[in-house]
């Protein structure tokens, strides 16, 4: 302390200069990027506005309304949101045409089918993840848009109108997007690629380390690796929204989105396998663990061996090498000549996680540009669709909410009351998807539509009837544009400040000749906040399904498909098989226990062996021994089903040491082993519930 006060004045005048540079070029770093992303939105909106008032168009702030909805902080992002709100709206104006051609001048059965369409996009948009979803949901509020026009104060549909209505609508909002789409590829590079490449060499190298570091310390010194796994499942988890921003970054990226899709599969089956290894290691006597352990450890080449957490160097630049090392180690592994099911197991399901981790480097390599293993696409639209009650969910708040609007404006005869329906049909069908987060943001979109009222009441009255350019016009919008956008690419109140951006043009009606009226102005505005806020009623009425029971109901579907499996009555692939489980991961909600996402890992591994075990006992003539004990299985019983493997096991035993079918024995034991130790760890979820 006396240092302090002794040093001379211009050395602590330097010191706090110092401090406080840094810490305004920490500030500076912080506030950049969400103020280059207010001025992107800004200028999209003014372009998009621009464009829309040389064309003379009726409604131009809907182009501008579009501009800001596309705009994210991510350029992929807004290029994916772009892109399917282009396909969303096409499919909306299409859908409200063919609804006003089949009841014309019919108003009831007219938004009755509103109303049941708005709820079919809320079914597809719950089941359909990222901009997909966004593009099912914006199909039912485009509709409910074009019908607002249609519709008037009167409320009887104008099948002669829908086709213009639909036209000049979707052209309106094409511009929005293209503009936000020039604007963003204009100022802004890019980064998801390189975001996503790092995440999945991190990945891949933190599993391969941990795994191989449990190897090498198998035995006395065995390491709990239970907490990191589970946490690499919530970080696999999270790939999935990068992923799409990647997709809207790059053509290629798209066309090959199938690696990617192997590469997360891969991580999640690498994770899985592991689980097995170590529940294995766990239980088998420390010298025989610490034996079969380095037997294994020694096919795995050193440069594996060496990875440590974090990204291991040179993968980033070169995913093929170690990629290659991955598949030669994984094929020497299942070759590897075995004397028990212990080893044989240990090799088998350390070969599936070098797979997974060289599925997940193939991926990497399709990020880098390196070359890339073919990856065979199937045919048609796979859909994994882990449970159907959310989304029935839903869409019968869509329907319900939707319908009572329409009731209280026909009943009230309400001149604004269509428009009301279109803002509460955005606000159920844009929030639905978020589940058990969804009543929160309604919230918060309903305050920050109020909010944004009172914003635009002042720009609208107090600033703009004094400007009379373009110019001027953009530059008073800017004034509320910029820094809305700032706080909206911040991760507070994301919701609210949403808000108080994309319902900022609709409110103000720009046009070539621009009206001031009061009453006109409020009664559009209390038909925006009606209808954010009876979306928001909707959700605290009709709540969605809590994350715990979403995730007993995932758990309980996992359990009934396995049941199925066992009994013959599911007939899957391996692959498939995991990939249902995977879907099923991959929707879990972050509230779940871990205990829970462990076992769905028992449950994905369990099916695996089921299904390669079925497969060799048909080969060996045993199919009859392992149906009485996968009947066991099916049947909730446990105990009984690992007494009768146990018996099984003592059969292929009991086979020829030197006969052709003695690898296949040897490989069944080992499955049978992974499926005894699952279903101990495990005894309690695979017994619950009532057999099929």
């Not at 053509?251 to 599969?265: E, G, K, M, N, T």
């Given at each position: ?473 953009s530059l008073a919008i800017g004034l509320y544009l910029v820094p809305a956008g700032a706080l909206m690419a911040q991760p507070w109140q994301t919701a609210m400040f949403t ?117 060799i006992a048909t080969r060996l003539g045993l199919g009859s021994d392992l149906d009485a004990a996968l009947e066991a299985l099916a049947q909730g019983n446990s105990a009984i ?52």
């Amino acid at each position: 302390m006396t240092d302090v006060l002794n040093e001379p004045g211009w050395a602590r005048g330097r010191r706090t200069l110092a401090r406080s540079s840094a810490a305004l070029r920490n500030a500076a770093r912080a506030v950049a990027p969400p103020l280059l992303f207010g001025l992107r939105l800004w200028a999209s909106v003014c372009l998009a506005l621009y464009v829309a008032f040389w064309l003379e168009l009726d409604n131009p702030f809907w182009a501008g309304t579009s501009a800001a909805i596309v705009c994210q902080p991510q350029l992929g992002a807004s290029l994916r949101k772009g892109w399917y709100r282009m396909i969303g709206t096409s499919i909306g104006a299409v859908a409200i045409v063919v609804l006003t051609a089949w009841f014309p001048q019919a108003r009831a059965p007219f938004l009755v089918a509103l109303a049941l369409w708005a709820a079919g996009c809320a079914l597809v948009a719950t089941l359909l993840h990222n901009f997909a979803s966004y593009a099912a949901a914006l199909a039912g509020y485009t509709a409910a848009i074009i019908a607002a026009d249609e519709l008037g104060a009167t409320g009887g549909p104008n099948a002669d109108a829908a086709f213009l209505l639909a036209v000049y609508r979707a052209s309106e909002i094409c511009i929005g997007i293209v503009s936000a789409g020039i604007v963003l590829a204009g100022t802004d590079f890019g980064g998801a690629q390189r975001r996503l490449a790092a995440l999945f060499a991190a990945l891949s190298g933190e599993i391969t380390g941990r795994f191989t570091g449990m190897l090498a310390l198998a035995g006395p010194e065995l390491p709990e690796t239970q907490p990191a796994r589970r946490e690499l499942v919530r970080r696999v988890i999270a790939l999935d929204p990068v992923i799409d921003e990647a997709k809207g970054e790059s053509a290629q990226i798209r066309y090959h989105s199938p690696v990617l899709q192997r590469a997360v599969d891969g991580l999640f089956a690498a994770q899985a396998s592991w689980r097995t290894v170590a529940v294995l290691l766990a239980r088998l006597p420390d010298d025989k663990a610490r034996q079969e352990a380095d037997a294994v450890l020694q096919n795995i080449p050193q440069e594996l061996r060496s990875a440590e957490l974090g990204v291991p160097a040179g993968w980033m630049a070169d995913p093929v090498r170690p990629r290659r090392a991955c598949e030669t180690s994984a094929r020497t592994l299942t070759t590897l000549p075995a004397g028990t099911p212990s080893l044989r197991l240990l090799a088998d399901q350390t070969a599936k996680v070098l797979d997974g981790i060289s599925d997940a480097l193939n991926g990497l390599a399709l990020l880098v540009g390196a070359p890339v293993r073919s990856v065979p696409r199937r045919r048609g639209v796979q859909l994994r669709v882990p449970d159907w009650l959310p989304s029935l969910v839903n869409a019968g708040r869509a329907f319900v909410a939707i319908g009572i609007v329409e009731i209280f404006w026909i009943m009230t005869e309400w001149p604004n009351g269509a428009f009301a329906i279109t803002f509460t049909a955005i606000t159920v069908l844009l929030l639905a998807p978020q589940a058990d987060r969804a009543y929160a943001a309604a919230m918060g979109f309903m305050i920050g539509s109020a909010l944004g009222t009172v914003c635009t009441a002042i720009i609208a009255f107090a600033v703009l009837p004094g400007l009379e350019t373009f110019e001027a016009f953009s530059l008073a919008i800017g004034l509320y544009l910029v820094p809305a956008g700032a706080l909206m690419a911040q991760p507070w109140q994301t919701a609210m400040f949403t808000a108080m951006v994309i319902n900022f043009v609709p409110l103000l009606s720009p046009a070539n000749q621009m009206s001031y009226d009061t009453l006109q102005f409020y009664n559009f505005a209390l038909a925006i906040n009606a209808g954010s806020g009876a979306g928001a009623l909707s959700f605290r009425l009709l709540p969605p399904l809590s994350p715990a029971f979403r995730t007993r109901r995932l758990l309980g579907l996992t359990l009934r498909d396995l049941r199925r499996l066992a009994t013959g009555h599911l007939p899957l692939t391996v692959n498939d098989w995991e990939g249902r489980i995977c879907g099923r991961l991959a929707v879990l909600p972050n509230a779940a226990e871990p205990l829970q996402r462990s076992q769905l890992l028992a449950a994905s591994s369990l099916g695996s062996e089921i299904i390669q075990l079925r497969h060799i006992a048909t080969r060996l003539g045993l199919g009859s021994d392992l149906d009485a004990a996968l009947e066991a299985l099916a049947q909730g019983n446990s105990a009984i089903a690992t007494i009768r493997f146990a018996r099984l096991d003592h059969r292929l035993a009991s086979l020829p040491g030197a006969g052709s079918g003695a690898p296949l024995a040897l490989q069944a034991r080992g499955s049978i082993l992974a499926i005894s130790e699952a279903l101990i760890e495990h005894a309690s979820y695979f017994d619950a519930g009532a057999p099929v």
